[in-house]
């Protein structure tokens, strides 16, 4: 009976045990137990899956966690949302210009984060992916001292990092139009291809002109050849031209047509 309720003792021990240990780990991990923290609100246009206790970053280190989340928001949020991103851009000279078509924030997420953290006003919060598992979080990035630490209850706008399914929709919108003109010009190279083929064909008006050219070429090839016409007669030609120069018959021929004139002028001296 004794030993019975040593045992129950026993156990009884160790599930408290268990027990303090449980609550004392809920506590060292609840935020704000051991360290102040300072709330601050963050508009996005979506709340993409993002889960309370979801990390907060500051430039890559965790300072705190997601503790509420609100969507819709009212339209006077929205706007003094707006006009915060407004303003942020206008500050700095160097951030990317203002999109044509402005954000419409859906959601408010407050994030509690240590107050010893160096956040500053102008710092960028973005709602970016961690690691393969997809873990949503909030990182606020590029900050400067000189505007000044951010008070408790600050609001800032958000950027969220496109998703994948949303970077491949992007994606797609800049290639279309590239592939839309690239379609086209196929099109033109492959009517430019159907031109020339029509132009090279056996029936086509180039390649008749070319048999000609060539049946000319063969024609004058015949004509100027050894033993063309032509070349017979030049040769004649020229053997009758040294024949006359060797025997100086065109000497002698030139003399009497000489005599002959005077002749004949003398005749018609007398007869008239």
Known sequence: MQLQRNEVLTGLLV????????????????????????????????????????PVLLAGRKIGQVAKLYSPVSKEERQRALEVGRSLRGADANSTPAPEKAPRYEVRIDVQVDR????????????????LLGEVAID??????????????????GERVPDFGEAI?????????????????????????????????????????????????????????????????LTNLKQLTADLTKNDNIAVTLQNFRVSSEKLKSTLTSLG
């Open 15 to 54: 599930v408290a045990t268990l027990a303090v240990l449980t609550g004392i780990l809920v506590l060292l991990g609840a935020p704000g137990l051991f360290r102040p923290l300072t709330t601050y609100k963050i508009y996005f246009d979506n709340a993409a899956g993002i889960k309370l206790g979801a």
């Open 116 to 131: 010893s953290a160096l956040l500053y006003r102008d710092s960028k919060a973005r709602m970016i992916t961690l690691g």
């Open 140 to 157: 606020f990035t590029e900050g400067t001292e000189a505007s000044g630490r951010a008070n408790s209850g600050e609001l800032f706008a």
């Open 169 to 233: 929709a992007s994606m797609l919108d800049i290639i279309a139009p590239v592939a839309t003109e690239a379609t086209a010009t196929f099109k033109q190279l492959e009517l430019t291809a159907q031109n020339l083929s029509h132009i090279t064909d056996d029936n086509s008006e180039l390649n008749l002109a070319l048999t000609q050219f060539k049946t000319l070429g063969e024609h004058l090839n015949q004509l100027t050849g050894p033993e063309s016409p032509l070349s017979s007669s």
